[in-house]
């Protein structure tokens, strides 16, 4: 929970990680926050990560490349 915690701190008053604008870095966390907002769990309120988050996922490139539903994944690296 402490790294989420940091998360929101720095995300307070910034559109994105560093700044205004998006960055390698967005797309790093926010490719590992995929998962996380998919699992069925309870989550504490972090309004900053979500609003952040759900401004990734606003993203073509981001839908199309990062949030791959779980299923297509599965065994894929076995099939080749």
């Given at each position: 929970?402490?790294?989420?915690?940091?998360?929101?701190?720095?995300?307070?008053?910034?559109?994105?990680?560093?700044g205004?604008?998006?960055?390698?870095?967005?797309?790093?966390?926010?490719t590992?926050?995929?998962?996380?907002?998919?699992?069925?769990?309870e989550?504490?309120?972090?309004?900053?990560?979500?609003?952040?988050?759900h401004?990734?996922?606003?993203?073509?490139?981001?839908?199309?490349?990062?949030?791959?539903?779980?299923?297509?994944?599965?065994?894929?690296?076995?099939?080749?």
């Amino acid at each position: 929970m402490a790294d989420f915690e940091k998360l929101e701190r720095l995300l307070e008053g910034r559109s994105f990680l560093l700044g205004d604008e998006l960055t390698l870095a967005d797309i790093t966390a926010g490719t590992a926050l995929y998962r996380y907002f998919e699992l069925e769990i309870e989550r504490p309120p972090l309004p900053q990560v979500e609003r952040w988050y759900h401004a990734l996922a606003q993203r073509t490139a981001f839908r199309d490349h990062v949030m791959i539903p779980f299923e297509e994944l599965r065994g894929r690296l076995l099939d080749q």
